[in-house]
């Protein structure tokens, strides 16, 4: 059974960091692409940034010089890391993964694109 299990949000304040985890098991094959997404109160969830397997990264939105993916294939592990935190970055935080029966290509972390596995968030509050 695939899980994927978030970790490390908190309440900072603005000018803070954190680093977000975002821990995968269950899988036959490894997901050949993984993103961050975020949804804020009364608003959509949006995408931030994905990974695919080879290590090419696809940001989205205009907040990538702050929002840093990474991901380490032997703890099977997938990181966000978010400095200077604004007030505006409150939200929930999911990581998501595609199977590797059926790709997500070019791997980049829309809406548009169906991920078949998410986690159950994590709660990022940002306090000015």
């Known amino acids: 059974q695939v899980q994927l299990v978030e970790s490390g949000g908190g309440s900072v304040q603005t000018g803070g960091s954190l680093r977000l985890s975002c821990a995968a098991s269950?899988?036959?094959?490894?997901?050949?692409?993984m993103g961050w997404f975020r949804q804020a109160p009364g608003k959509e969830r949006e995408g931030i940034v994905s990974?695919?397997?080879?290590?090419?990264?696809s940001h989205e939105g205009s907040v990538k010089d702050r929002f840093r993916i990474s991901k380490d294939n032997v703890k099977n592990t997938l990181y966000l890391q978010i400095t200077n935190l604004k007030p505006e970055d409150t939200a929930m935080y999911y990581c998501?993964?595609?199977?590797?029966?059926?790709?997500?290509?070019?791997?980049?972390?829309?809406?548009?694109?169906?991920?078949?596995?998410w986690g159950q968030g994590t709660q990022v509050t940002v306090s000015s």
């Open positions: 998501a993964a595609d199977s590797s029966l059926r790709p997500i290509f070019p791997c980049r972390a829309t809406m548009d694109n169906v991920f078949p596995y």
């Open positions: 269950g899988f036959t094959y490894k997901p050949y692409c």
């Open positions: 990974i695919d397997s080879s290590g090419s990264i």
